[in-house]
């Protein structure tokens, strides 16, 4: 991939700019209506009212939007089990429905500031900083502030790739919303199982009969993150989805710039030797260092 003169800086401001917006979204957090306890139309517990009335129309997903969103400003949103847990965040089973329809999201969750133990090496965000000088020594700090503009900025950075990863035509969830420290995307379901996620490539066997043309998707993948000139930096068999035939990449607020982090061509050669060590161990033979230096050719 040829970068022409000044494109890689412009690039990693264009990025850093949607990562600096803080302030503006925990002010837009204050203005949103609050529902009242004493309310009579309150749904009930484990349900609210849909979300995506509030949300700015930047904070939505890319148009056209799929068949299956709903849009309807009187659906209703119940929390069905939560998918996943982490350090930094949880992930949930949401349903969005109206009177006539109804559809499965999954709602990824940084945590609140009370309970934010943030993980993420710092070698990850290299090149990412808040707006202001004030906010990234409240990050260093690891004060009340700055727990908050972290969880901020690991939110807007895992919108801003899962945007850029869907519009490059790299297999990741369709992202439905922003709002605040809450993502909402498609739902990866299990094919046989519509009400079980997807499972993940680590599930399954060394006999399975899809791992070849998994390997072609994933290799696919990972050209189009090259072209992209960024890499996601914490891929393994235990952040892809296998949803059928399908393999669907998560996980994407690491992602990092090959341009602008001094150590990104380090994260990409260990996702190429973290997935190689898998597929040898199932019976592939591929070479890491072969991996390498094709997805280099796509870069440069």
């Avoid at 990863?165 to 919303?177: E, F, R, S």
């Avoid at 899809?210 to 960024?230: C, N």
């Avoid at 150590?263 to 997935?275: A, E, I, P, S």
Wanted: a negative charge.
């Amino acid at each position: 991939m040829h970068f022409p003169a000044g494109e890689k800086s412009t690039s990693a401001q264009l990025i850093t700019s949607d990562f600096a917006d803080n302030d503006s979204q925990l002010k837009f957090l204050k203005r949103k209506p609050v529902w009242k306890e004493s309310a009579p139309d309150e749904p009930p517990a484990g349900q609210r009212y849909s979300t995506w009335p509030f949300v700015e129309k930047g904070l939505r997903g890319p148009q056209p939007y799929p068949v299956w969103l709903i849009e309807d400003a009187a659906a209703i949103d119940t929390e069905l089990c939560i998918l996943k847990t982490g350090k930094e965040g949880d992930v949930f089973l949401l349903e969005r429905a109206t009177a006539e329809r109804k559809s499965l999201l999954a709602a990824k969750r940084y945590r609140s500031r009370e309970h934010l133990q943030f993980s993420r090496s710092q070698a990850y965000s290299d090149g990412r900083s808040a707006r202001r000088s004030r906010d990234n020594r409240a990050i260093r700090n690891n004060s009340t502030y700055g727990r908050d503009i972290a969880a901020l900025q690991w939110a807007n950075a895992e919108w801003t790739y899962l945007l850029r990863c869907y519009a490059a035509g790299i297999p990741v969830p369709y992202p439905v919303q922003i709002d605040g420290t809450e993502i909402l995307m498609e739902f990866i379901a299990d094919p046989d199982n519509p009400l079980t996620a997807a499972p993940r490539l680590q599930q399954l066997s060394r006999f399975d009969p899809r791992l070849p043309s998994l390997w072609e998707q994933l290799t696919e993948a990972l050209e189009k993150f090259a072209s992209l000139g960024v890499a996601h930096g914490d891929l393994s068999a235990y952040n892809l989805l296998v949803s059928g035939e399908r393999l669907v990449v998560i996980d994407v607020p690491q992602c990092v710039d090959l341009a602008g982090n001094p150590q990104g061509m380090d994260f990409l050669h260990r996702d190429c030797v973290n997935l190689c060590e898998w597929f040898v161990s199932k019976g592939l033979s591929n070479d890491p260092d072969e991996l390498f230096a094709s997805l280099l050719g796509h870069l440069f």
